[in-house]
């Protein structure tokens, strides 16, 4: 099961680096994109696609640079939270480039951060 399910997300994965990417935001190194076209919305939770996509790139421990990261996100709309369920991390920018590292452990629930890059992006899927 656990396979299947990394599967589906590694097919989801593939489609949504195909996909249109919108600008949302950004942060001081970081300029963010989504792909509204792919937001799943089941009862009080929201599944979206978010690109970020570094000025500077970021120097991993092994050397490597890594310029972008596709990351699954899931936010709670009525608990104002958001977790990390995928990530991959890609040595150049928009997603594009070699596949550096790959992350599949759902992270842990954490509350929104206000006026963070998080909030717009919480904002945009609850519509708050």
């Known amino acids: 099961m656990k396979r299947l399910l990394l599967f589906l997300i590694l097919i989801t994965l593939n489609n949504s680096v195909k996909a249109e990417w919108v600008y949302i935001n950004k942060t001081i190194d970081t300029f963010y994109y989504i792909n509204p076209d792919i937001i799943k919305k089941s009862n009080n939770n929201v599944k979206m696609w978010i690109l970020g996509d570094f000025i500077t790139g970021r120097k991993l421990k092994n050397g ?14 009525t608990e104002n939270k ?3 369920t995928y990530q991959v991390l890609y040595t150049d920018n928009m997603g594009k480039g070699e596949k550096i590292h790959t992350f599949s452990d759902p992270g842990e629930w954490t509350s929104i951060v206000p006026q963070s890059a ?5 904002k945009f899927v609850c519509r708050k």
């Open 118 to 122: 998080g909030e717009t992006h919480f």
């Open 82 to 84: 958001s977790r990390s």
């Open 64 to 77: 490597i640079m890594n310029l972008s990261i596709i990351d699954h996100t899931e936010f709670n709309c």
